[in-house]
Nanobody, 124 residues
Framework: QVQLVESGGGLVQAGGSLRLSCAAS????????MGWFRQAPGKERDFVAA????????YYADSVKGRFTISRDNAKNTIYLQMNNLKPEDTAVYYC?????????????????WGQGTMVTVSS
């Protein structure tokens, strides 16, 4: 079993950048495909990005494509979500998730382990 801890959230102005991290413990991260999801206030949790166990290819929701980048550093047991040109509609709690397999996809039910989330607030 793997434990996931997100960090890097905070308050940023529109147009700014943040980098989220998701650190794993308990098992090596290279055993898992990973994903980022987010849940805005009063809304359902949605897919943001996914990365395969090997690190390539990567997948993005249309709303973040070209602005967000998912990456992984298996040596550090960490994945990242670089978020640029942030918009107020990106405000949400961001969760990382692990899938026991080569690719987790865009569906939450495919993911086996979840972090507790980190809050991102983008002011206009």
């Amino acid at each position: 079993q793997v434990q996931l801890v997100e960090s890097g959230g905070g308050l940023v102005q529109a147009g700014g950048s943040l980098r989220l991290s998701c650190a794993a413990s308990g098992r090596t991260l290279s055993s898992y495909a990973m994903g980022w999801f987010r849940q805005a206030p009063g809304k359902e949790r949605d897919f943001v990005a996914a990365i395969t166990r090997s690190g390539y290819p990567t997948y993005y929701a249309d709303s973040v494509k070209g602005r967000f980048t998912i990456s992984r550093d298996n040596a550090k047991n960490t994945i990242y979500l670089q978020m640029n040109n942030l918009k107020p509609e990106d405000t949400a709690v961001y969760y990382c998730a692990a899938h026991t397999g080569p690719y987790g996809g865009r569906e939450q039910r495919s993911y086996d382990y979840w972090g507790q989330g980190t809050m991102v607030t983008v002011s206009s």
